[in-house]
Structure formats: C-alpha cells, structure tokens
C-alpha cells in the first residue's frame, strides 16, 4: 500500500473517530427547557453517604422547595463568593477559571477537573453521573451552555440552591437549613448562611461540620469578609455574624442523626 493509501486511510479514520467521539458527547443529551417551569417537577436520583441511590424530586413537590425570593440575600451572595464568584458574568463556563484549572493539572500531572461554575455543577447534579471522565465533563460543560441560554440567572441559582448536597441525604439549602439549624432557610442569619455556604466544596468529608468544624468555621469567616468587601454587609454585620460563627457547632445535625438512628 502506497502512502497515498495510507494517508487516505488514516484520514478516514481520524474523521471517524471525531464522529464517534462527537456522538458520544451529544447523544442522549436532555432537553433543559423543561425547566424554565415554575409549577412542574421532575425527579431525579440522589446518592445517600453510603452509596445507595434515592429519588429526589427537583420542583415545588419537594416539602423543602424554596422559591429565590424566600432565600436570604446574604446565602446567596455566600454561594456565589464561595463557588462561582464570576456567576454573573460568564454564560455558564469561566474560561479563565478553566484555564487556570488545566494549567494545574498539566503541572501536576493529574486530573483535579476544578473550576466548574454553579451551572456545570447544577447540570452535573440534575443530568450527570458524579465519576471524573473526560466524556462527562465535555457533556457537562455543552449542557451548561444550553441553560445559560434556555434559562435566567436568577432560576439557575434558584435550581442550584434547592438540589445541592449539605448532608447525609441533605439536598438542597431549605432541607439544610432544618437540618443544621432547626429553622427555615428564610429565618437564617448571615452566619448560619456563611458556615452552610462553606461546607459546600466536600460536606461528607473536606468539610463536614461534624469532623472539620474548625475549618468550616474559617473558610465561613473568610465568606463574611468577601461579603463585607462586596458590601453585602456593613461593617457592623460582619462583625457581629465573624462572633456568631464562633459559636455554631452544628449541634441541631448531630440531634438529627441520634435520631434517625434510634427510629
């Protein structure tokens, strides 16, 4: 065979491959628009701490189901400083956050997948599987895009806020806000936010209240500052929420555990 031939022959096969690689990356793809929808819900499946998988409904059938007005301002400016703090500006993807992710990882020669914005995570969480696969993370990112499109801002965050993980079966800020405090999410002050907000990069281990509470506390303090210097909060505030966080300890979650395991 000539080289021609084997020219020819392996551009086919390059295309080939682009193809099957592009219909993985699209194939089965959902249609996000479904929830532009204020008054539907659609259930989805949620990992408990242990493994086992649980329907969880995303929608105003949820009893925990919290509409963005009823959050605290405060909670979500925590969110946002604490995960996505160029929310407002990227269309789902921060490029420059992701190059500064890839840089890490060609230094370190290991995949840490950093970077990813409230909508991948909330694209993630609603569409996708949790395993740290090229493949899933090309389908997270063109599904971050379509929301960004197909969806405001403001209902992104309000999606993000009721679905993501804060406990053992703990989805969403309305359940967290009981589980952790007692109280509902609308009651809660700019310290309670701040330390559920700072649990949010690992609540099962990296920062799980009941074994990091020193640690949670300091990256919610840090969360105060930020929102103090975003003039989220006067002087006065932070102050006052940077002693309060002194105090929290995530008691009311350890109530709710002795409980369930004596039902």
């Not at 539907?40 to 009893?63: C, K, L, R, Y």
């Not at 946002?80 to 160029?86: C, G, L």
């Amino acid at each position: 065979m000539n080289l021609g031939k084997l020219f020819l022959w392996g551009l086919c096969a390059l295309f080939l491959s682009l193809g099957a690689f592009t219909l993985a990356v699209f194939w089965d793809l959902p249609d996000v628009s479904p929830l532009k929808s204020h008054v539907n819900s659609m259930t989805i499946s949620v990992p408990d701490w242990h493994g086992a998988m649980h329907p969880f409904q995303v929608g105003p059938e949820n009893p925990y189901w919290t509409p963005l007005d009823s959050f605290p301002d405060e909670l979500k400016w925590a969110v946002i400083v604490a995960e996505d703090a160029n929310f407002y500006e990227h269309d789902g993807v921060d490029i420059t956050a992701l190059k500064e992710a890839l840089k890490y990882d060609l230094k370190h020669k290991r995949m840490r997948y950093g970077a990813s914005t409230i909508t991948q995570q909330l694209a993630k969480n609603l569409f996708l599987s949790r395993d740290k696969s090229v493949l899933r993370k090309l389908r997270e990112l063109v599904l971050a895009t379509r929301m960004e499109r197909e969806l405001t801002k403001g209902r992104i965050l309000e999606l993000y806020l009721n679905v993501v993980e804060l406990g053992p079966l703990v989805y969403g800020f309305g359940h967290a806000a009981e589980y952790h405090f007692g109280m509902p999410v609308a009651y809660l002050t700019p310290a309670e936010a701040a330390f559920l907000a700072a649990t949010l990069p690992g609540p099962r281990v990296a920062f799980n209240p009941r074994n990091k509470l020193i640690k949670v506390r300091r990256r919610a303090a840090r969360l105060i500052k930020l929102l103090g210097s975003r003039n989220i909060l006067d002087e006065t505030e932070v102050n006052d929420a940077l002693v309060q966080i002194g105090q929290l300890d995530g008691r009311q979650a350890a109530r709710n555990e002795n409980s369930r395991a004596t039902d």
